[in-house]
């Protein structure tokens, strides 16, 4: 068994990206940037007035000003702003040389072509060129997660087919005999999967393609030939359940034999203990503990990072303290423990009520997990846990 730590080590050390890819900045949500994003011009390009307005010479607000011109925004202004000129302006517009200010339209009266200023001051009330963006910045960094906001900034220095690394080639199954798809109605000594589903809905919220591909019954040689012919054709294959220490759990000698090494298969973790990783040749196999909680625990924190270092992306898991709501206790302390828990009107962590990890009902009414590190049984109401959001 293996601290957590040395387990997302281990995968920084023996996973490299997959590969990269030129594709349509539209489908490039949740994809992973592969080189950093340099802006091609300044940004704004030019003196932007930010209200609607005249421009003009902040001195000259006194006087009467004769309007010479009207700016709107996409016009490129003609005349330059002298004393006892203004140009009425729109927001957006570029500023008309020789201007130093735009008044706000609502301080101003104009007739018969001259504006008279109304208000006691006024801020420059324009966008310096430059000054969100040099031509030249660094504005995006190779790794990135792509999210709506790092689009907007794509798109606005013309990166129209960004450079992004390839997505792994998931495939998911679900391992036992005792299973049954949704479908179906249990038969004596029957459950149905729910682990295929929810691997699958993992994978598509984090960003990635992913098939499920059903249950595998116990049976060693049909594994054999399904895993054989599943990393064929992927580059990694989830699996949940077969990997603890029961007569049928053989999914990590199946991956012994399947020409795989086995990084781990053993890490100190309440619950998902028997997570395990196989690997060969940049093509891995994860195995997931069959619980559901364990299996959604670890795809948050095992899966995940192997799934975004395939992608280029060093991922970590976010969290942060919060204050207890009320006193925790637990009766061992030798592994990192994660309880479901939900954040309450204070804001603060609020265990609720779990029976194990195949309790999977308890996480509908969870916003997260309570971490207790190794050699801690207690932490008490007002003291500060570690918060971990699914």
């Known amino acids: 068994m293996i601290a957590i730590t040395e387990a997302l080590n281990i995968i920084d050390r023996i996973v490299s990206a997959a590969g990269t890819e030129n594709i349509e900045l539209s489908d490039s ?43 709107a925004a996409g016009y490129y ?17 570029k500023v008309p040389d020789g201007a130093d200010c735009v008044v706000m ?30 031509k030249g910045q660094l504005l995006i960094t190779k790794g990135c997660h792509i999210e709506a906001r790092h689009i907007a900034v794509m798109a606005s220095v013309g990166c129209v087919r960004p450079l992004v690394y390839r997505q792994p080639v998931i495939s998911i199954f679900a391992t036992g005999s005792e299973l049954v798809e949704p479908s179906m109605i249990p ?56 990997v603890s220490m029961g007569d049928l759990d053989f999914i990590p000698s199946v991956m012994s034999e399947l020409g795989f090494s086995i990084p781990f298969d053993s890490i100190a973790s309440q619950p998902g203990k028997p997570t395990t990783l196989a690997a060969k040749n940049n093509k891995y ?19 995940k990072k192997l799934l975004f270092k395939l992608c280029g992306m060093d991922y970590h898991w976010e969290s942060y303290p ?13 592994r990192t423990g994660f309880i479901p828990v939900r954040i309450n009107g204070a804001g603060q962590i609020e265990v609720i009520n779990y029976n194990g990890s195949a309790n999977i009902q308890a996480l509908v009414k969870a916003s997260g997990f309570l971490q207790v590190d190794p050699g801690i049984l207690e932490i008490r109401k007002g003291e500060h846990g570690t918060y971990r959001p699914l």
């Not at 994003?37 to 390009?45: E, G, K, L, R």
């Not at 499920?212 to 054709?233: C, M, R, S």
């Open 29 to 71: 949500l949740g994809r992973v940037l592969a080189v950093d994003v340099i802006s091609d011009i300044d940004m704004p390009p030019f003196n932007k007035s930010a209200v609607d307005g005249y421009a003009c010479i902040k001195a000259d607000l006194g006087k009467p000003l004769e309007v010479i011109e009207m700016i």
């Open 77 to 93: 202004p003609k005349k330059t702003v002298t004393s006892g000129k203004c140009s009425k302006i729109m927001t957006g517009a």
């Open 105 to 134: 339209v609502e301080w101003t009266n104009e007739s018969d072509g001259i504006m008279t200023f109304t208000g006691n001051d006024t801020a420059p009330n324009f966008a310096l060129q430059g000054e969100d963006a040099r």
């Open 187 to 242: 038969g004596p000594g029957q459950i149905r999967n729910s682990n295929g589903m929810q691997i699958l809905a993992q994978c598509r919220k984090a960003g990635f393609t992913a098939s499920y591909l059903g249950i595998i019954p116990d049976d060693k040689d049909l594994t054999y030939n399904v895993l054989k012919k599943a990393i064929e054709q992927s580059d990694v294959v989830i699996l949940s359940g077969g």
């Open 285 to 303: 196999i994860l195995g997931l503990p069959g619980n559901p909680v364990s299996s959604l625990l670890q795809f948050s924190l095992i899966g």
């Open 322 to 334: 919060l204050v207890m709501s009320c006193d925790y206790k637990r009766r061992r302390a030798d």
